[in-house]
């Protein structure tokens, strides 16, 4: 499957929730979900009818899968990499897409969305471990030290989005150094530090089926 390319803001009327595609945006009085709180498309505002526990399980994936940007046969292949870690699935598997490069980068505020700094990775602005890495889905691990390459920071792109989220707050499993603009990987993050309302059991009752 291709990677969604048209409107964001339509996945996240889809989903009746901010998925946090736009950046500031997402924030403003501008946002869709604010604007218009019902399905996209010719019958969104005629959608009401109560969705099937197949629908249920389905949303929340999709939900999931388009809040960290991954394709079906990604989030599958982290869905079977989590069934295999100890401890809970479903944990397990937001863990591990809280642990994608791209996702880090934006929880440093060094993006100001998660596609933005999918494309930040990509162009190269990043290293992990002094190592340029490029590649959004890499799975940082716990004592890695990632930072913006300093030739980046002379960016005007780079600089205007560390001012703006100069005061954003860094989740705890992530330790920070304004000062350099490093930051290292303290642990993997447990489910109550990921500000995202899905039922991950849903999902698991979903790939279980």
């Given at each position: 499957m291709a990677r969604y390319t048209g409107a964001v803001c339509r996945l996240c009327r889809r989903e009746n929730q901010k998925l946090f595609l736009k950046g500031?945006?997402?924030f403003s009085e501008k946002c869709c979900v604010a604007k218009r709180s019902y399905a996209p498309g010719q019958h969104g505002q005629g959608r009401n009818r109560k969705p099937s526990e197949y629908g249920l399980q389905l949303r929340e994936k999709q939900k999931a899968r388009r809040f960290y940007g991954v394709l079906e046969r990604q989030f599958e292949r982290y869905f079977k990499l989590a069934e295999k870690r100890p401890g809970i699935t479903g944990e397990n598997l937001f863990s591990i897409l809280?642990?994608?490069?791209?996702?880090?980068?934006?929880?440093?505020?060094?993006?100001?969305?998660?596609?933005?700094a999918r494309q930040l990775v990509r162009h190269g602005h990043f290293t992990v471990n002094g190592a340029k890495v490029n590649?959004?889905?890499?799975?940082?691990k716990p004592g890695d030290v990632i930072a913006i390459k300093p030739k980046s920071l002379e960016s005007e792109k780079i600089k205007s989005v560390l001012e703006a989220?100069?005061?954003?707050?860094?989740?705890?499993?992530?330790?920070?150094?304004?000062?350099?603009?490093?930051?290292?990987v303290v642990s993997l993050a447990a489910?109550?530090?990921?500000?995202?309302?899905v039922e991950e059991h849903l999902i698991v009752e979903l790939y279980s089926r």
């Open positions: 500031d945006k997402c809280e642990s994608r490069l791209d996702n880090v980068v934006y929880r440093l505020g060094f993006a100001m969305s998660r596609p933005e590649i959004p889905s890499y799975l940082v989220n100069a005061s954003r707050p860094v989740p705890k499993w992530l330790e920070l150094n304004p000062e350099t603009h490093t930051a290292k489910r109550e530090d990921i500000d995202l309302p």
